[in-house]
């Protein structure tokens, strides 16, 4: 790492990254082309990039993957949780290969391309993750130029400019926009994902998508759907995965945009409800967020929330919230369930975290992260109402949690 005071390029540097605090990093551009300006994190995962760069709880963050070797297996239509990638960029050791799996549609170089996304190859991302674990994540700007040519100066100028997470509230920018269902299943090898029983997903083309689609036909009336209890999801942010294992446990699911009213949300009389990830500030996101969440608390039905979900959860009950040195961000993190001790590996996305010790009195620890002794699960004492801060729906990651959907959907029949 170098200083940003009028240093040229390296020859054969196609591409940069310069933190806010004049840090300057060269290396391989690929993917798109152009500079983009947001928060530098890791990742620990070994697997599921793919996952990593769709998944909307990354909008404005720039990935360092400390696994070398990302692009190996290239990218297909099937590992995506949303129709587009939301992760600005990312940064990684190895030069990205052709890849190599019976799985792969496209190289991982021309599937970044195609989005719009920049990559850094040829990194020592050892070091770039010992310098954020050590001063926090930086901001900073990524770029890539075919030609090698940089205005340094005024990457970091950007870099020392932008605001940060902290206040920034993303929640909306990445909702979806109207209300859609979902009943897509869960990924069989050979056989792609199965569709639940409900067949509510007329309208919706390849999936989910976070951006403005034509309303979906209404469901049909009776069928062995209708009677399967009734989830209404606010969109944060959200992964299909979660969707996909809330339908796979037994739920018919109807998701609505992160704004939503309560009088929306009652509208389509649901048996309970679910408050999915996403980015940014979750007290920001909370200011529209949390009297909704407050008055579905207040009907008595199940309610379930993963990470900003959770997040916001929190918040509704009086807790508060802080933004993280580093954050959690990785598919091998140990979590403690307090009940018996049992340890989960998890997946984990995030950079706030709930206060244990403003947790109010009808609400109390589940779960903690055996890292740093952070809150990882609270449930309600009073309400059928919990959360958890990292990602059950395994995507990527363990499926050590999994159970948190069938826990949450007994519940939902015992509501009805």
């Known amino acids: 790492m170098a200083d940003a005071k009028h240093m040229p390029a390296p020859q054969g540097a196609t591409g940069i990254l310069v933190l806010a605090d004049g840090s300057v990093i060269w290396g391989h551009g690929f993917g798109a082309e152009g500079e983009a300006v947001g928060e530098v994190c890791f990742n620990t995962a070994m697997t599921g990039y793919q996952e990593i760069m769709t998944d909307p709880s990354y909008a404005s963050q720039i990935v360092t993957f400390t696994f070398p070797h990302i692009g190996n297996v290239g990218a297909n239509y099937e590992d995506l949780e949303a129709d587009n990638p939301f992760a600005l960029g990312c940064v990684v050791r190895e030069d990205v290969t052709a890849p190599s799996n019976f799985r792969a549609v496209q190289g991982f170089d021309a599937w970044m391309k195609s989005n719009g996304r920049i990559g850094l190859s040829g990194v020592d991302t050892r070091a770039l993750t010992r310098k954020i674990r050590g001063g926090g994540a930086p901001n900073g700007v990524i770029a890539h130029n075919a030609k090698g040519e940089f205005d340094v ?6 870099a020392r400019e932008w605001p940060g997470l902290e206040g920034m509230d993303l929640a909306r920018e990445v909702s979806c926009r109207q209300m859609f269902r979902w009943s897509e299943g869960l990924w069989r090898l050979g056989q792609g994902y199965e569709e639940s029983p409900s067949r509510l997903r007329e ?17 049909p009336a009776g069928g062995r759907g209708e009677e399967r209890p009734h989830v ?3 969109d944060y942010g959200s992964k299909r995965n979660i969707f996909r294992n809330l339908a796979d446990a037994g739920a018919r699911v109807t ?12 509208a389509h009389e649901p048996d309970g409800f679910f408050l999915s990830n996403g980015p940014g500030d979750p007290a920001a996101t909370g200011d529209y967020a949390v009297p909704v969440i407050q008055k579905m608390l207040d009907t008595g039905k199940p309610l379930f929330g993963i990470c900003l979900g959770h997040q916001l959860l929190g918040l509704a009950v009086g807790a508060k919230t802080t933004k993280m040195f580093q954050g959690h961000r990785g598919a091998n993190h140990p979590v403690k369930r307090l009940s018996d001790g049992r340890v989960e590996i998890t997946s984990m996305n995030h950079g706030f975290a709930v206060e244990t ?54 519940q939902l029949g015992s509501k009805r």
């Open 153 to 158: 100066d005024a990457l970091l100028q950007k």
């Open 203 to 219: 309208g919706l083309g390849e999936g989910l998508s976070h951006s403005t689609t034509s309303p979906p036909p209404a469901p």
């Open 232 to 234: 209404v999801a606010i």
């Open 255 to 266: 998701v609505l945009p992160a704004t939503a009213t309560f009088d929306e949300v009652m």
């Open 357 to 410: 010790e403003s947790l109010p009195d009808n609400a109390r620890p589940t779960h903690i992260s055996l890292f740093d002794g952070s809150l990882a699960g609270l449930e309600l004492t009073d309400r059928p109402a919990f959360s958890v801060q990292y990602h059950p729906e395994a995507s990527p990651g363990p499926q050590d949690s999994t159970y948190l959907f069938g826990k949450f959907v007994e």
